[in-house]
């Protein structure tokens, strides 16, 4: 090899380049677990959070023995006070939302 050609190549190699860094930082924009702290709470992988859901003794009890459990709920029309704004926009559940939040209750 030339020592122009070998030039070249050292001149290649050492423009890096930082399309794998953002597609790095991408893939795991979302990634929890760790020590991440998320609005002053600790942050669970999915393992950690469904073994936190499913933790002893976590649920909702039938108090009455009637085999039912009477769990009172509301959507939100407007902002609550002291919304964070940094989280986003608030926006109301439209009806078809509502109805599916619904049914997931009575699964």
Do not use: C
């Amino acid at each position: 090899m030339t020592k122009v050609k070998e030039n070249a190549a050292i001149q290649l190699s050492a423009a890096t380049s930082t399309s794998f860094d953002q597609i790095n930082t991408f893939a795991h924009q979302y990634d929890r677990g760790g020590n991440l702290t998320i609005n002053g709470k600790p942050s669970y992988s999915v393992d950690q959070a469904a073994d936190y859901i499913l933790r002893d003794n976590a649920a909702w009890t039938d108090r009455d023995g009637n085999g039912t459990i009477n769990l009172t709920y509301t959507f939100l029309t407007a902002k609550p006070a002291g919304f964070d704004n940094s989280l986003g926009n608030f926006s109301a559940f439209n009806a078809q939302q509502k109805a599916q939040a619904v049914l997931s209750m009575q699964s």
